[in-house]
């Protein structure tokens, strides 16, 4: 299982910008994808957005055009660029990994809180 630590989330007013890292503690290069996931209190967690090995990214329709998802291959560090934050992605956020071989996520950061306020 790959440890992942999150960090840079925080309150933040709308319109502003944050970028969350997760670190991870194996190569992310041998990891078949990487993802941002979110739960706001009450709803479901969800899938924010994704990258693959080949680095294809995908969104949820709700943040593309704002966040931006990327890798530092060297450091094996997870970002996520935030823009034009809503009070609407207010959240925790989580990293997640998932291994070749693996159907689904199998490792999980403990989370980040963003909170925008209007």
């Known amino acids: 299982q790959v440890q992942l630590v999150e960090s840079g989330g925080g309150l933040v007013l709308a319109g502003g910008s944050l970028r969350l890292s997760c670190a991870a503690s194996a190569t992310i290069l041998s990891l078949a994808a990487m993802g941002w996931y979110r739960q706001a209190p009450g709803k479901e967690r969800e899938l924010v957005a994704l990258?693959?090995?080949?680095?294809?990214?995908n969104y949820a329709d709700s943040v593309r055009g704002r966040f931006t998802i990327s890798r530092d291959n060297a450091q094996n560090t997870l970002y996520l660029q935030m823009n034009s934050l809503k009070p609407e992605d207010t959240a925790d956020y989580y990293c997640?990994?998932?291994?070749?071989?693996?159907?689904?996520?199998?490792?999980w950061g403990q989370g980040t809180q963003v909170t925008v306020s209007s």
């Open positions: 990258i693959i090995a080949s680095g294809d990214t």
């Open positions: 997640a990994a998932r291994r070749w071989g693996s159907t689904w996520w199998d490792s």
